[in-house]
């Protein structure tokens, strides 16, 4: 089966939970998860409509960013662990940033979207599940603190929260999880009066139509689109 039928079905699918959650398709923003896959089949998916794409490692993706730097519609999301040293090359790169976990890293981060004079959408990573070989907040009082900062600045965009669930728990555990970070989403938007926080980042390949059921406005998803990930060159932690 070729890339442009894989997109077709999880766009239906997509579509179908929409419906199940009361919103429409136009709701959802879908990222193909593209780490460790080829420029050529980023280029496949081009073709079929596709237009956001999420990567794991930094150096991995300015390789494909730079081959397609000529494409207007590609939209760059960082969806696995930013390390601080690799900040530098976030600004002009990527549109979207999923894994803020700290204050250190958004001062970092905003710093250096001054110096290039880029913008950055970014979302608070948050780790429901206290998982220690994930990254992201755990508390309440720490995505506040983050947040503020955030918001102090004038180069991040604070945009909302991701998160990632265990895996393999089942269907109500896991969408107990989603349902918390949209609980937590809507009471920092309002807490901080801030109408731009509108974004939940989750759900994967098994378990999107539960995450798009409890609010979520981006789903991550790699393999149901590229096929099994190269796991040499995957990241072991995130994703």
């Given amino acids: 089966m070729s890339i442009k039928d894989k997109i077709a079905i999880v766009q239906q699918q997509l579509k179908q939970a929409a419906i199940l959650s009361g919103r429409t398709q136009e709701d959802i923003r879908l990222i193909a998860v593209s780490k460790t896959k080829s420029t050529e ?20 993706a300015l390789g494909k960013i ?11 999301h960082l969806i696995g662990h930013l390390q601080k040293n690799k900040v530098k090359f976030c600004p002009g ?29 970014v979302l608070l990573q948050v780790n429901l599940s206290r998982e220690i070989t994930k990254s992201g907040l755990h508390d309440w009082e720490d995505i506040l603190q983050v947040s503020e900062t955030i918001l ?28 918390k970070l949209r609980l937590w989403r809507d009471k920092l938007k ?10 939940l980042s989750m759900g994967m390949t098994a378990d999107f139509h539960w995450a798009i059921q409890e609010g979520a406005t981006m789903i991550r998803v790699g393999s149901a689109i590229f096929g099994e990930r190269n796991e040499d060159m995957d990241c072991p932690t995130n994703m």
């Fill in 190 to 199: 309002q807490d901080l009066d801030s109408p731009e926080i509108t974004e």
């Fill in 93 to 121: 790169n990527f549109q979207w940033i999923h894994t803020l976990d700290s204050t250190e890293l958004a001062e970092k981060l905003e710093a250096r979207s001054a110096f290039a004079q880029k913008k950055i959408n």
């Fill in 41 to 60: 089949m980023i280029l496949q998916a081009l073709a079929a409509g596709q237009s956001a794409f999420g990567e794991n490692r930094v150096q991995e």
């Fill in 66 to 76: 730079e081959d397609l730097t000529k494409l207007p519609l590609v939209e760059w």
């Fill in 152 to 179: 102090s600045g004038k180069w991040l965009k604070l945009r909302g929260l991701m998160t990632i669930p265990p895996p393999n728990i089942g269907e109500t555990p896991t969408r107990k999880i989603y349902e």
